[in-house]
C-alpha cells in the first residue's frame, strides 16, 4: 500500500516568513495529493490539492508543488499569519477506495 | 452541497462499556465513507472504510466494528470499550475529487 512521510513534525517560523512542508510518497500509481489543515479539536480541512497532471498550484498564499519522478510534494505558505498555526496533513490515494494515506502531521508555528 | 454530520462532539466512556458513533452524510449518493482514529496528536489511521450499504472493509484488527445500514449512514461501534480506543474518531466522505471531513468526536475512555 501507499507510504507517505512528512517533514517537518514541527515548523517554526515568524510572522510573514514563508514555510515549507515536504511529503513523499512510496505509490507511484497515486495521483490525488491534499493537504489539510487541523485547529485544535477540530476536523481536517481541505486547503489545497494537486493531481497528478499538474506540476504546480497556487491559491492566494499557499501553493502545493508535485515532483511525480521523484514522488514528492510540498506545500508552500507565505506571508504567514498567526491564524496559519495548526496542524497541516499531507495525503496521497492511488486509484483504489480505501481512502487517503496521511503523513504524520506538520505542527506550525507562527511566531509574532 | 454536501455536508457531513458527525456526533456525539465529546464521549467520556468507562472501561467495558459499549460504543456508538454514528456519521450521516447530505447532498451526495453512494458515497465511499471512512472512519479514521487520531491519537497521540496527530496521526490519522484509516479504520475503516465502505463503498457502498453493507460492505465494510476493515484495515487495521482492533476492538471495533462498524456497519452501514443506508447509503448515507455510517456508525462505529465497540461491545466493550478498552482504555487504548481513547483518541479523536473522524468520519469522511470521499471522492475522485476530493474528501470531507466531519468535525470529530472525541472518545476518553476512563
Known amino acids: 500500500g501507499e507510504n507517505v512521510e512528512q517533514h517537518p513534525s514541527t515548523l517554526s517560523v515568524q510572522e510573514g516568513d514563508s514555510a515549507v512542508i515536504k511529503c513523499t510518497y512510496s505509490?507511484?500509481?497515486?495521483?490525488?495529493f491534499p493537504w489539510y489543515k487541523q485547529e485544535l479539536g477540530k476536523g481536517p480541512q481541505l486547503i489545497i490539492d494537486?493531481?497528478?497532471?499538474?506540476g504546480e498550484k497556487k491559491d492566494q498564499r499557499i501553493a502545493v508543488t508535485l515532483n511525480k519522478t521523484a514522488k514528492h510534494f510540498s506545500l508552500h505558505i507565505t506571508e504567514t499569519q498567526p491564524e496559519d498555526s495548526a496542524v497541516y496533513f499531507c495525503?496521497?490515494?492511488?486509484?483504489?477506495?480505501?481512502?487517503?494515506?496521511f503523513g504524520k502531521g506538520t505542527h506550525l508555528i507562527i511566531q509574532p | 452541497s454536501q455536508t457531513i454530520h458527525q456526533w456525539p462532539a465529546t464521549l467520556v466512556q468507562p472501561v467495558g462499556s459499549p460504543l456508538s458513533l454514528e456519521c450521516t452524510v447530505e447532498g451526495t449518493s453512494n458515497p465511499n465513507l471512512y472512519w479514521y482514529r487520531q491519537a497521540a496528536g496527530r496521526g490519522l489511521q484509516l479504520l475503516f472504510y465502505s463503498v457502498g450499504i453493507g460492505q465494510i472493509s476493515s484495515e487495521v484488527p482492533q476492538n471495533l466494528s462498524a456497519s452501514r445500514p443506508q447509503d448515507r449512514q455510517f456508525i462505529l461501534s465497540s461491545k466493550k470499550l478498552l482504555l487504548s480506543d481513547s483518541g479523536f474518531y473522524l468520519c469522511?466522505?470521499?471522492?475522485?475529487?476530493?474528501?470531507?471531513f466531519g468535525s470529530g468526536t472525541r472518545l476518553t475512555v476512563v
Open positions: 469522511a466522505w470521499g471522492t475522485n475529487y476530493g474528501y470531507t
Open positions: 505509490d507511484s500509481a497515486s495521483n490525488y
Open positions: 494537486i493531481r497528478s497532471n499538474v
Open positions: 495525503a496521497a490515494i492511488g486509484g483504489g477506495a480505501d481512502g487517503l494515506t
